[in-house]
């Protein structure tokens, strides 16, 4: 017999929704087939199985949230026909502590034992005032992933695990009738609700909005065209300017540490592009963007706006964002002239654009149409000024105002 | 003055104020004691009042506690605390228990001054840590000064105790420390701790002259490694100040327990039990113990491996401090 | 196959040993009654009146009868242990009554007359027998554990012989003051074999404390005879070693006993201590959790039984004219009746209840009593229903 534990697919995720199967029970099947179809975190994972067999279980309806390590399908038949099978999914060692510690620090074997010995009991081990901290928030320590020696979990996984998870104030239930319908919160709009919840919770998110003239970002686009660079738009071309704005403000290109809270500032631009998908709004990541000529910054978010629409986005893909970029300007008809965009964690920034619109404008005393487009940059008050900012904003509006081809 | 001559004061002011107190011991009243704590004293109040008692620690037990009984507050002498067993019943299922055992009626206000700790090279009988077998089964209080004043203030407050007292005296520290000493009569309140350095990382609780040695190492390790260690003096083990412990280790989560007497059933068993079930959610991780051994003390060239030492404190610091949590 | 063997070993019940009050001149054994009650021993009756005679003659039959009465009660249930007295009436009251008010006296387990005799009433013992919370030791000994301060008695801390220098330091300790105060310290043959024994009488040799040793030598420690006990002939001789004043004397002889008590309290004030050896016979069981029958024959209990001391007393008041029948019938109907009412009261009095056991451990409780009487008491409270 053999039990198909739900691997993490992708970096640390712990749950995933099963959208559908792909075999039946009774199949017979093959190492490699895919079995399932998951949502995690916004992106579909296609599951397949490790071992061959006849498919005895599978105990889980479509919809179903199923937890990183609990048994997804179980297979009868031959055991040795399981090729290296991952085993249960364990809990995540210290990435700096050689294994030679093992043998010789009995301490962090004791650990290691106890680790097990916990799983095995089904109770999770933490100190004495983790566990005070834990009650004090509302953390159910069980299913928390600790990351301390031997699986301890710490003061920083219960803050952690706190920041993730919703304690609604109880409300009124409103009757089920026919006049209400439900909308289970699943699949990407969880994912949503969450990010949103710890947004709104943690970061002093501030919002400068501006304007900037169009005209010339138009311009190289025209250009560009003429020398069949189609994919080069005015997205790509104004991202372009981000890029090398945040190469010019590395604080706005930085992410949060959330044990810590220091800042991480960090030497690539991995740009989210926020896109549209079949299932909502995703953010994959356009990475290393500071290296990008401008047409490969093109084909590189024409790709993920094609890979979205279709809902073949990968985990990988939507990870390790510095700074987010949004534009709705695609669905805009209103004339919508700010936003207060929420931070994508644990990013300190991002930035809305809006669509170009025909408006007055004053150069050199005269009243002309110009070309705008509205910004708003949310960031992070924690760590970001207002100085900072409206550096930023000033280094911005300068690079739309004279595109460049490419980065420096 | 020294330990040893605060010790003397204490009884001098003592036996002065009340002419109900007496001394009693081997070689306490001609010889002044082998220490020399008595020095002086039979000269000044008698042979009446400062008794040379036959070899028999139980027979001086046995009558110091008559004597208290008909109102005397005799102040036995134990030569060394090793020598104490042979009372052992006399102190713990007489004296001890007089008072309960009498409804009430008959009660024993006597002091047993009981040279103790290692240190000495003293050998197995001459160093010793006998404080768990007089606690235990209750009836005694037990105090253990570690400077000169507590030695003058803790001697006469087991003196005034209507109750029997048992004072372990440390035998290293007789000569060796010197310090302020206000011979002013007044007692120390038997079960007040004394925090003996504040700090906020750690909580070193200790008595006798561990407390010495728990100061060295937290003055140390303050200053290579920058931790802020509190460093609690007991003075007194029946009653103990739980609440001291109990704020300090409120504030720090992190606790140490050092005692020369040996580990199992040692008196920081007792701290140990007491704060996990007082203090329990305030641990950042487990109580460390250092102790003695479950064996005598040490090498007849020195017992340094038995007793709590400095590479043992900084080890159990270490591990309290790495302890994640 | 053979019946077996009855081997003789030396748990078997031993020939009788000849009762020595019989020899008392031959023996050292001061006497002052033969054995019908007659002023014809070794020593001249002392200077005592009648009224005190026949008080010690009525107590020593109150404590027989609450002897009687007391065995009955544990046979049948309602008392949890009973020490026997009998046989040994003449030793304690006797030498009870040469103390005054104001000594103090150290109480072994076998001295109930030396409760009835300073005033403590039979509901008082009664309520001490049955653990009552309302009595002076609040129900924490076993029954005949007696004591109580108002009438200067210490009850003893049960190991055998512990508290005999207990009872020398107090002596020691009066003699410091410069008080009149005396002492005396009952304790049976087996305690002279603890070490306290030695430390008390070594300590008195040199420092001469007022106080009587007075040794209830009768015949037993459980089951051990007195050559098992010690090689010495006697127990007196013991105090020869520290140079102790001693003296041997018929325990079921009240008039000897008392002399031999006064004759000590008179040389106190020269000599110190004195150790009497009272020969006396344990006519009933060690304690009612004993069988004598394994290690003695029943002709050596009847050999004793003619020296019965309350049968002597009684014979003596005759032959003064101080008694007749008629005062006996009432005496016996008396103790009788004042014992049953005295365990109808007591028995109807309330049990310690359990926060009383924290109390007078020290004079005022520390806080680790308190934790543990609070904690005890939330428990009963709330672990009691299931």
């Not at chain 3, 009664?126 to 301060?149: M, N, S, T, Y």
């Not at chain 3, 049960?158 to 005396?182: C, E, F, M, N």
């Not at chain 3, 030598?217 to 006697?234: C, I, K, L, M, Y």
Request: net charge negative.
């Amino acid at each position: 017999m053999f039990e198909f534990r739900l691997p993490d697919v992708g970096e640390g995720l712990h749950e995933a929704e099963l959208v559908e199967w792909m075999v039946d029970v009774g199949s017979t099947i093959e190492e490699g087939t895919i079995i399932a179809l998951v949502n995690t975190d916004k992106v579909s994972v296609e599951l397949p199985s490790p071992a061959s067999g006849v498919i005895s279980s599978l105990p889980w309806n479509p919809g179903d949230i199923l937890r990183v390590g609990e048994v997804l399908m179980v297979l009868d038949g031959d055991e040795t026909s399981s090729a290296s099978s991952p085993a249960d999914p364990a809990p995540p060692l210290e990435p700096d502590r050689p294994s030679s510690t093992y043998e010789s620090d009995p301490v962090i074997v004791a650990e290691s034992e106890a680790s097990l010995v916990a799983a095995a009991l089904g109770r999770s081990i933490a100190a004495p005032s983790t566990r005070k901290l834990a009650a004090e928030l509302g953390v159910d320590l069980e299913g928390v992933r600790g990351s301390g020696p031997g699986g301890r979990i710490l003061r920083g996984d219960v803050h952690t695990t706190a920041a993730k998870s919703i304690r609604p104030a109880p409300v009124e239930q409103l009757s089920a009738d026919e006049d209400v319908v439900r909308e289970p919160l699943n699949g990407v709009r969880r994912v949503m609700f969450r990010h949103m919840t710890e947004s709104s919770n943690s970061c002093a998110t501030t919002t400068s909005t501006f304007t900037v003239r169009m005209e010339h970002i138009e311009k190289l686009v025209a250009e560009l065209r003429v020398e069949n660079s189609p994919s080069v738009g005015v997205f790509a071309a104004t991202s372009n300017c981000v890029v090398q704005a945040l190469t010019r403000n590395p604080r706005f290109n930085a992410t949060s540490d959330p044990d810590s809270n220091d800042l991480l500032l960090h030497r690539q631009v991995h740009l989210g592009v926020a896109v549209a998908s079949p299932s909502g709004l995703v953010v994959p990541v356009i990475r290393r963007a500071q290296e990008l000529h401008l047409p490969e910054l093109g084909n590189a978010i024409a790709e993920v706006a094609v890979r979205a629409r279709e809902g073949t986005l990968a985990a990988p893909d939507m990870r390790g964002g510095t700074f987010t970029l949004s534009s709705t300007g695609g669905l805009e008809q209103a004339r919508v002239t700010s936003a207060q965009p929420l931070i994508n964690l644990p990013q300190v920034a991002i930035l809305w654009m809006s669509r170009i619109r025909d408006e007055a404008v004053v150069d050199d005393g005269v009243v002309r149409p110009g070309r705008m487009m509205s910004c708003s940059l949310s960031f992070d008050h924690r760590y970001i000024d207002g100085a900072e900012a409206t550096s930023f904003i000033n280094n911005l509006t300068s690079l739309i105002g004279h595109p460049l081809e490419g980065s420096e | 003055m020294t330990v040893l001559q605060a010790t003397t004061a204490a009884m001098t002011r003592a036996m002065l104020d009340d002419s109900a107190v007496v001394v009693m011991g081997e070689d306490v009243g001609v010889a002044g004691g082998i220490f020399r704590a008595t020095q002086g004293l039979q000269q000044q109040f008698g042979e009446d009042r400062v008794i040379d008692t036959p070899l028999d620690e139980k027979g001086i037990a046995a009558h110091a506690i008559g004597m208290a009984l008909y109102g005397l507050r005799p102040i036995a002498e134990i030569q060394f605390s090793g020598f104490i067993h042979d009372a052992f019943e006399q102190i713990m299922f007489c004296g001890t228990k007089y008072r309960w055992i009498t409804g009430g009626q008959y009660t024993c206000p006597m002091v047993l001054r009981a040279p103790s700790f290692g240190g000495i090279k003293g050998g197995f009988w001459h160093s010793q840590s006998p404080e768990t077998y007089y606690i235990h089964g209750g009836g005694m209080k037990v105090v253990c000064p570690a400077t000169p004043d507590d030695a003058y203030r803790l001697l006469l407050a087991a003196i005034v105790d209507p109750d029997p007292v048992l004072v372990l005296e440390a035998v290293p520290l007789y000569r060796s420390l010197s310090g302020p000493v206000n011979d002013d009569g007044v007692p120390a309140e038997i079960g007040r701790a004394e925090v003996v350095r504040p700090g906020d990382d750690l909580t070193i609780v200790a008595y006798g002259p561990a407390r010495h040695l728990a100061l060295r190492a937290a003055d140390e390790m303050s200053a290579r490694e920058g931790y802020s260690i509190e460093v609690i003096d007991l003075r007194s083990l029946v009653p103990w100040d739980r609440e001291a412990v109990s704020a300090s280790v409120r504030r720090t989560g992190r606790l140490v327990v050092l005692h020369e007497g040996s580990q199992t059933l040692g008196f920081g068993s007792e701290i140990v039990a007491a704060i996990q079930e007082h203090d329990f959610g305030y641990l950042h991780g487990p109580i460390q113990r250092i102790a003695g051994h479950d064996m005598p003390y040490g090498f007849s060239i020195g017992d340094e491996y038995y007793r709590p030492s400095i590479e043992r404190i900084r080890a159990a610091v270490r591990r309290a401090m790495d302890f994640e949590f | 196959m053979n019946a077996p063997k009855i081997v003789s070993f030396a748990g078997a019940p031993r020939e009788p040993v000849p009762v020595p009050l019989a020899s008392a001149d031959e023996l050292g054994i001061e006497q002052v009654l033969d054995a019908e009650g007659l002023p014809n021993g070794n020593r001249p009756e002392p200077d005592l009146d009648q009224a005190t005679v026949v008080k010690m003659y009525e107590v020593m039959v109150t404590v027989a009868a609450l002897d009687r009465i007391g065995w009955q009660l544990q046979r049948s249930g309602r008392m949890e242990f009973w020490i026997p007295s009998r046989g040994q009436e003449a030793a304690h009251v006797a030498s009870t009554a040469a103390m005054r008010p104001s000594d103090w006296i150290f109480l072994a387990d076998r001295e109930p007359g030396s409760f009835l005799w300073r005033g403590a009433g039979l509901t008082q013992m009664f309520a001490q027998f049955f653990g009552r919370a309302d009595e002076p030791l609040k129900g924490r000994r076993l029954p005949l554990l007696l004591g109580d301060r108002s009438i200067n008695i210490v009850p003893c801390t049960t190991q055998v012989g512990s508290y005999i220098p207990h009872a020398a330091g107090a002596a020691w300790a009066a003699k410091l003051r410069g008080d009149d105060t005396r002492f005396i310290v009952y304790f049976g043959d087996g305690a002279t074999s603890r070490g306290e024994f030695h430390s008390a009488l070594n300590f008195a040799g040199i420092h001469k404390p007022p106080v009587v040793f007075f040794c209830q030598n009768n015949g037993w420690a459980v089951s051990t005879p007195n050559d098992r006990q010690t090689a010495t002939a006697t127990f007196a001789e013991k105090a020869d070693a520290y140079a102790v004043r001693r003296v041997r004397v018929d325990g079921n002889d009240p008039l000897a006993v008392y002399a031999a008590t006064a004759d000590a309290l008179a040389a106190m004030p020269d000599e110190g201590a004195t150790l009497i050896e009272a020969v006396t016979y344990r006519m009933g069981f060690h304690t009612s959790s004993d069988n004598p029958d394994l290690y003695r024959s029943g002709d050596e209990v009847d050999a004793w039984a003619r020296w019965d001391p309350i049968d002597r007393t009684r014979k003596y008041l005759e032959h003064k004219g101080w008694w007749d029948s008629g005062r006996e019938a009432a005496l016996h109907e008396a103790a009788d009746g004042d014992i049953k009412a005295a365990i109808t009261a007591a028995e109807a009095m309330p049990k310690p209840v359990p926060e009383s056991q924290f109390d007078d451990v020290f004079e005022q409780p520390t806080w680790m009593l308190d934790d543990q009487r609070d904690r005890l008491l939330d428990d009963l409270s709330n672990g009691g229903a299931l």
